[in-house]
């Protein structure tokens, strides 16, 4: 009894940490976006679609699909199709190799739409 107790215990702390851990890195998203365009969020997403607000936010930030959605409260299978449309026109470019997204801790390849890491995410 007493071992099974302990093992939720230890669960729910787990669980408390990994939403923290979510919140911190959508919040350090939102904040390096809001700093690099000097403009707050509510604004940009006021005057921007939700396609101009992804390719905004991976010019800013170089990361999955799933960490910028959460990010910018965009559905992830919208940003899926913003991410092909992008990729078509060779506004975005996903990394060669996997690497361990921040936020699903699962392998994943990072997005940018900026030119001046290209070079980087293709190594």
Partial sequence: MRKSISHSLKSLLS?????????????????TIEDKTGKPIQ??????????????????????????CEALKIPVEAGTRRK??????GR????AKKRICPFTKHPARFLTTNPDQYRELLK
């Fill in 15 to 31: 669980n408390i940490r990994q939403r923290k851990d979510k919140q911190l890195l959508k919040d350090y998203i939102i904040r």
């Fill in 43 to 68: 604004l940009l997403r006021k005057n921007h679609t939700q396609r101009e607000l992804y390719k905004i936010g991976l010019y800013y930030v170089t990361t999955t699909n799933k960490a910028i």
């Fill in 84 to 89: 092909r449309e992008l990729e078509k026109e």
């Fill in 92 to 95: 975005l470019i996903a990394s």
